[in-house]
């Protein structure tokens, strides 16, 4: 059975940062592109970044892009997402993704 577990999240003033971290059970994560979303309040989820299957590429939403990097470790099938300079719009629950199967989501608020 496929299975993603994000964890990291939590509260953070603005400009902190964050590591969020998605572990993947279940396929083989090695061969596999990963992503990130985020859904915040009121608003439709969003795509946040992608990574290749090596890592050794990755995309991101013009709105992180700078400030968020994603990276995985494939030998622990783990995807990271490393938030810096948080701003009060990434406050969002973050979602990891990847063969058709989701997170079920972690919290991000960022807040004085």
């Known amino acids: 059975q496929v299975q993603l577990v994000e964890s990291g999240g939590g509260l953070v003033q603005p400009g902190g940062s964050l590591t969020l971290n998605c572990a993947v059970s279940g396929f083989t994560f090695s061969s596999e592109v990963m992503h990130w979303y985020r859904q915040a309040p009121g608003k439709e989820r969003e795509w946040v970044a992608s990574?290749?299957?090596?890592?050794?590429?990755?995309s991101y939403a013009a709105s992180v892009t700078g400030r968020f990097t994603v990276s995985r470790e494939n030998d622990r099938n783990t995807v990271y997402l490393h938030l810096f300079d948080l701003e009060s719009d990434d406050t969002a629950k973050y979602f990891c993704?990847?063969?058709?199967?989701w997170g079920q989501g972690v919290q991000v608020t960022v807040s004085s």
């Open positions: 990574i290749s299957t090596d890592g050794g590429s990755a």
């Open positions: 993704h990847g063969l058709r199967a």
